[in-house]
């Protein structure tokens, strides 16, 4: 499947910013992508470096107007198009929340994100409610798409109930990025292990992995700490974790990959993970920890 992905620079505009989202889906769609990935909070900067109570007015409906905009497209393009938004779902109740949008530019499904970070610059508890729609794959005439957001990849037991439910590939929208603070060296290890934690997820459940981050320095409007350097380093993975495609860390990128979903079913003939669990003796599992 010629999967597309757009790594973008983002401002204050969001007018431009959709604007060149849509020049980009254009492109891909013109070279023959079939799935369209854009990046975590795609419209607009990443807000949760502060914690403002104005910039709940960022968030929208769902349906609403992003997802006309960008079902427009998917119809006229005919393409399938995973999309991140900040979602109102009700006064005072708000959701970082992928769609995915279908060929004929209805909405396929939609994930909430279940796992918040609080850290700084990263205020993600103060804007959104932890996801209840669970850990489920959307159906589209693509294939099954796990779709996780961002702070999701870092969980093994995300991607395993994905994959349990007959996930195709698993799909990770995200906005991450180095604190200045930090040596080049902490910048480094932390940016690897972001990438080998999910290039270990589609290892263990042998299943491609599309990730798409943003890239360029955002300002943090607080002046607390000196912003986010996005770190880009969008990338797929195959099913042995092989890397198929890695953009650059300081560039806007788009490309096309193609993933080939069948390769799944012999990686997993090799590697029957699956068949080996002990289901029988997971039970803890579910515990805080085990003391």
């Known amino acids: 499947m010629k999967t597309g992905i757009i790594q973008q620079h983002n401002t204050a505009d969001i007018q431009d910013n959709r604007q060149r989202l849509a020049e980009s889906i254009r492109s891909l769609a013109k070279q023959g992508a079939e799935l369209i990935v854009l990046q975590e909070l795609h419209n607009s900067l990443y807000f949760c ?41 009700a006064p005072g109740l708000y959701h970082n929340t992928a769609v995915v949008l279908e060929k004929d530019g209805s909405i396929a499904g939609k994930y909430r994100k279940m796992h918040i970070p609080d850290d700084p610059a990263y205020y993600e508890k103060f804007y959104f409610t932890p996801g209840d729609l669970g850990f489920h794959p959307i159906q589209t005439s693509v294939g099954r798409l796990g779709v996780l957001v961002c702070w999701d990849q870092w969980y093994p037991e995300a991607a395993r109930l994905m994959a349990l439910q007959g996930a195709d590939m698993l799909i990770y929208p995200t906005a991450i990025g180095y604190e200045s603070s930090d040596t080049p060296d902490e910048q480094e290890r932390q940016r690897m292990a972001w990438q080998t934690v999910q290039r270990g997820h589609a290892v263990a459940n042998g299943l491609p992995v599309v990730t798409v981050n943003r890239t360029g320095h955002e300002p943090d409007p607080s002046k ?15 099913p042995q974790g092989e890397l198929l495609y890695e953009a650059p860390r300081d560039s806007e990128t788009t490309a096309i990959i193609d993933v080939n979903l069948q390769r799944s079913e012999q990686v997993r003939r090799w590697w029957p993970f699956l068949r080996d669990r002990r289901i029988d003796h997971y039970d803890d599992i579910i515990k805080r920890f085990i003391d």
Do not use: M
């Open 49 to 89: 470096q502060t914690e403002n109570v104005d910039l709940f007015d960022l968030a929208e409906t769902i349906p609403g107007p992003s997802t006309d905009f960008f079902g427009a497209l998917a119809r006229e393009l005919q393409v399938v198009i995973v999309t991140s938004l900040f979602e109102r779902r």
């Open 224 to 238: 607390q700490t000196n912003g986010i350097e996005f770190w880009g380093t969008s990338f797929v993975a195959g």
